[in-house]
């Protein structure tokens, strides 16, 4: 009988004597190989499952779990047996990185757990948005486990009604389109009273598409929602924090805003000019209390959908991708927004902060 679950890693799913062969011959059925998924050996296989857009379907897992709980290769699925040594368990190591050398031995890490910070955001109100999913819910989430109240934006009202029975009262979700103008308004409303700081996290991913692979249309809702969106809120809680004396901003970037590699052409200029409104709100604003910083995440598993991929973009892109050293969650993200959001970040002003596990170093 064996004790692995949907909830194990999928390192521990490869080292597993005939679930591994199974997961190998799906990966090779894809036309891909386990190399392929080493930033992610960390996830769990469900988790997988959920983010991968249905090229990992559910009944994977249920063949996966039989075999482990038989013993027994299933018929009439492709199967691989494993070509080397068993990877280690614990999270995953950075891609390429040593596991000895000579006169070192290298532990794998040890694995991570929120260190919630109690009353750190007690009596503050937080805008956060794009809060229904991924990196602005665990944001949401942290704050309010940690003292504060968030004003929670999203135009998905089941995400957030999801999110505020979680959370509780210490939520005030707002369904909004952060690119409509009256949402500004509502977000204000929703507020009533001060905003201590604002995570403009909401934003849309594109398609790759090198600029002659660009239509109008994407660049239009990639410019909107990650440039126009972050600005109208900026532009609607400053005037209060100015008065108040103080608040802080996080805009949430990417590796494409400190690369041109690392997404399409809309996607790259939306996030380099977010890099852009940063600074120069930083600037504006120095000696006034306020302070604007931006996070710029490496690869996260969370639930942004990326369109069909343009031909040409993506196979330049592709190459790019395999110097991503791991997987973050989105609750490691949390970790880097919320410490700028934060009093902690008292002399923090205009920092643009790689949450990348190193990517941005190689
Ligand atoms: N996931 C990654 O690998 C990754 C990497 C780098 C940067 N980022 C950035 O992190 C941020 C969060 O991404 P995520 O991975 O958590 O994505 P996600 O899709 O899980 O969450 C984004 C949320 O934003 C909301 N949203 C989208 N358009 C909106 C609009 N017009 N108005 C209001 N809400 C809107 C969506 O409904 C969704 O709930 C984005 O800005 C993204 O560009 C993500």
Redesign the pocket.
């Known amino acids: 009988m064996s004790n692995i679950t949907p909830a194990s890693p999928l390192r521990d799913w490869l080292a597993q004597p005939t679930a591994g062969q199974v997961l190998r011959g799906f990966l090779a059925s894809q036309g891909q190989s386990e190399e392929a998924l080493a930033p992610a050996l960390g996830l769990p296989l469900e988790q997988l499952v959920q983010m991968s857009g249905g090229k990992f379907p559910p009944e994977l897992v249920d063949a996966l779990v039989t075999a482990a709980e038989t013993g027994q290769l299933p018929d009439g699925v492709p199967t691989v047996p494993a070509s080397g040594p068993a990877p280690a368990s614990g999270p995953a190591p950075a891609v390429g990185a040593a596991k000895s050398a000579p006169g070192i031995e290298i532990a794998t890490p040890d694995p991570w757990t929120e260190q919630v910070t109690p009353g750190r955001f007690g009596g503050q109100s937080v805008v956060v948005?794009?809060?229904?999913?991924?990196?602005?819910?665990a944001v949401a989430s942290r704050i309010v486990r940690e003292g504060g109240r968030v004003v929670a934006?999203?135009?998905?009202a089941d995400?957030l009604d999801d999110l505020a029975c979680d959370l509780g009262e210490a939520l005030v979700p707002v369904t909004?389109?952060?690119?409509e103008p009256a949402?500004a308004d509502a977000v204000l409303a929703a507020a009533a009273g001060r905003v201590h700081a604002l995570a403009?996290?909401?934003?849309?991913?594109d398609d790759d598409a090198a600029v002659h692979e660009v239509d109008d249309t994407t660049w239009a809702r990639v410019l909107?929602?990650?440039v126009e969106?972050p600005m109208r809120l900026m532009r609607a809680v400053v005037p209060g924090m100015l008065a108040a004396g103080g608040g802080r901003i996080v805009n949430?970037?990417?590796?494409?805003a400190l690369r041109g590699s690392a997404a399409g052409a809309a996607?790259t200029t939306s996030?380099h000019a977010l890099v852009g409104l940063t600074v120069s709100s930083a600037y504006q604003y120095a000696g006034t209390g306020v302070q604007v910083n931006a996070v710029?995440?490496?690869?996260?598993?969370?639930?942004?959908?990326m369109p069909a991929p343009a031909p040409y973009g993506s196979s330049r892109t592709a190459k790019m991708r395999v110097a991503i050293p791991r997987?973050?969650v989105?609750e490691e993200?949390a970790a880097s927004i919320t410490f700028l959001l934060s009093r902690d970040a008292v002399n923090i002003n205009g920092a643009i902060l790689p949450s990348d596990g190193g990517w941005s170093a190689a």
């Not at 809060?131 to 602005?136: D, M, N, Q, Y």
């Not at 934006?153 to 998905?156: E, I, R």
């Not at 710029?296 to 959908?305: E, H, K, M, Q, S």
């Open positions: 948005t794009g809060a229904a999913s991924g990196i602005g819910r934006v999203d135009v998905s995400g909004a389109d952060i690119t949402s403009n996290v909401a934003g849309v991913m909107r929602i990650n969106g949430v970037v990417s590796e494409a996607y996030k710029a995440p490496g690869a996260v598993a969370t639930g942004i959908t997987l973050a989105a993200l």
